[in-house]
């Protein structure tokens, strides 16, 4: 049970795996460096049986990948597994050390195991010594304890990264994840931040930061959402990308209502704001830039966008009239979190746009917008992102007609162009063999580029990351613009360069860039529709025709081929396109 439901969290990424158990009263564990595939051989080899377990997926933060630094960690007769990251375990480290504690790995989980162990050395119960133990510790962390000759008691706790209860008959579970927890209960009660939890096979006590006695909601989790499988394609990215006309249907019936837009006037009045402040991290982020573009160009509403690792630390002002929104797919991201938390008490509003509705940033805003993705296990976004997109553009829109500035004619008639979009996706599916071929191509170059102007200029630097995230081909992108501005030094005929340019207002400038790229030699890779390869497709190294688009909706349309440029480079050069090395699917830490 423990490795099955490590296997359903491996896209989250890792480098280590382990679990540990409670057998006839006596503690023992198995670990294994790489792929949960090693752990598993070892306990054909070497069996662990018991009643009470915990296990984890490592992803190295402090200390390099290897058997003694995986999870679980032990300490005498308390081990422990760990998400996060302990900001004061080297503090910790000395102060156990003058109690004859001293360390055998290089991380900063192995201290909490430590100072637990100090606590049960000084007469303190396993409940009292791991909720005096959380309460020392600096930095995010979901926990779980377990404890020698405790075979009907697990101790969870969580700070920062999320931390899950699962309800059984006779049996209980804690998890990081609810799909981790989805064949084993459909019944889910998340602990808030600063909880942590007494649990046994008759139930759970949740206690909150102060050791007060608390409740928590217990909630149906919908099976079918939590399901994952390949459905017959070779990697769940491709499953995923192939999926975007279904779950982009799917999203788009969630939200229109006619020609009305679902998304409650009362908790969000656009007549009331003055400015956005869109956050983000990752592709996420370059959604956020793709919805400044609409934001702005559709309602005349000034945005901010900014990096979650960066905002925080810049402290910025939020003035009045501000409603921030936050962009994330898990909805656990620990610096988007940290920024949210930063506006609560300063912004009008707090927003999210999120893929799981129970996620921390979902339950601290006050409204959160799910994107009906469905699980996405891919560590590259391919899914979530066009998803993420489509929310945002219709929150854009609302924001229009709210303000005055979009005629509800021409708003109509957008919503129709968008309900369209999904037809369109499938045709640009049909263009699967053109971009394989491309990328065949493109797999054998060290360095590429991709240029784009207005709105493909955020999707230009979408294909960048998604390209460099599971090739591992170094890849860059520039607005079309700033292209003599310096990076044009860098083209000569062994740097592809990936031009994202839909036949619309901005074709003419961008083709212009286009030419000066050729006249160097460079080898350029077009992305437009029809129109823009009859008038520019002549002498082109590569042409990639996609259906004609309303520009305004191409940012969505146009991710299909940065996603299979990316997935089909990768899989011409092996890598792993599911979990790409030193990757994590849902960043919890800082």
């Known amino acids: 049970m423990l490795v099955e439901a490590l296997r359903r969290l491996e896209y989250r990424g890792y480098d280590s795996a382990g679990i540990a158990t409670v057998n006839d009263g006596r503690l023992d564990r198995r670990r294994a460096v790489g792929k949960l595939v090693n752990l598993s051989d070892l306990l054909v080899h070497e069996p662990l049986a018991g009643k009470s377990g915990i296990g984890q997926t490592r992803w190295a933060t402090h200390g390099a990948p290897s058997t003694r630094n995986a999870h679980p960690h032990r300490c005498g007769p308390v081990a422990v597994v760990h998400n996060g990251i302990i900001e004061n375990f080297r503090e910790l480290r000395e102060e156990l050390s003058e109690h004859g504690l001293l360390p055998e790995t290089d991380t900063d989980t192995e201290p909490v195991a430590m100072l637990t162990r100090h606590y049960l050395d000084a007469g303190l119960s ?32 969580r700070k920062g990264a999320p931390l899950a209860i699962g309800h059984g008959e006779g049996e209980m579970f804690v998890g990081s994840d609810a799909i981790a927890l989805a064949p084993l209960t459909d019944t889910i009660t998340y602990l808030e931040d600063g909880d942590w939890a007494v649990v046994t096979r008759e139930g759970a006590q949740i206690f909150d930061m102060e050791n007060r006695l608390v409740n928590r909601e217990a909630r149906k989790i919908r099976m079918d959402a939590a399901r994952v499988d390949k459905a017959g394609f070779k990697h769940f990215m491709a499953k995923e990308i192939a999926e ?46 793709t919805a400044k573009y609409w934001f702005e160009r559709l309602a005349h509403l000034p945005v901010e966008v900014d990096i979650a690792s960066e905002f925080r630390y810049r402290e910025p002002p939020v003035l009045p009239g501000t409603v921030a929104l936050f962009v994330s797919q898990s909805g656990e991201t620990a610096d988007t979190l940290a920024a949210l938390r930063y506006c609560k008490e300063k912004a009008d509003k707090i927003v999210s746009v999120v893929n799981v509705e129970t996620s921390s940033i979902a339950r601290e805003s006050d409204l959160a917008l799910p994107i009906h993705a469905g699980v996405e296990v891919g560590v590259a976004s391919t899914k979530a992102f066009t998803c993420q997109l489509n929310v945002l553009l219709l929150l854009a829109i609302k924001a229009a007609t709210a303000r005055g500035i979009m005629p509800e004619s021409d708003a109509a008639a957008l919503l129709a162009e968008l309900r369209a979009l999904p037809g369109l996706f499938n045709a640009a599916l049909d263009r699967d063999a053109t971009i394989e071929k491309a990328a065949k191509q493109i797999s054998e170059a060290r360095d590429v580029l991709f240029l784009g102007r207005g709105l493909m200029y955020p999707l230009a630097l979408e294909g960048a990351l998604k390209l460099k995230e599971i090739s591992y081909i170094h890849a860059e992108a520039y607005a079309s613009g700033e292209l003599k501005h310096g990076p044009i030094a860098l083209i000569d005929k062994t740097v592809p360069v990936i031009v994202m340019a839909p036949h619309d207002s901005l074709f003419d400038k961008t083709v212009s860039n286009m030419q000066e790229v050729m006249a160097r030699g460079g080898k350029v890779c077009l992305i437009t529709d029809a129109a823009g390869a009859a008038q520019a497709g002549e002498g082109v190294w590569q ?25 089909h480079a990768a899989v011409a050069k092996g890598t792993d396109v599911d979990q790409p090395r030193n990757l994590a699917k849902s960043v919890t830490v800082e």
């Open 244 to 289: 975007q006309p279904s779950v982009l249907a799917d999203a788009l019936g969630a939200y229109l209502d006619g020609e009305s837009i679902n998304i409650p006037s009362e908790d969000l009045d656009f007549n009331k704001v003055d400015r956005l402040t869109l956050v983000a991290c990752g592709t996420a982020y370059y959604a956020c830039l």
């Open 543 to 567: 042409v990639i025709t996609l259906p004609a688009v309303d520009e305004r909706l191409s940012p969505l349309l146009y991710a299909l081929p940065a996603q299979l440029l990316a997935y």
């Open 126 to 157: 396993p409940a009292e010594a791991a909720a005096k133990t959380v309460s020392r510790l600096e930095g995010a962390f979901a926990l779980a304890f377990l404890f020698d000759g405790e075979d009907d008691l697990i101790i969870g706790a």
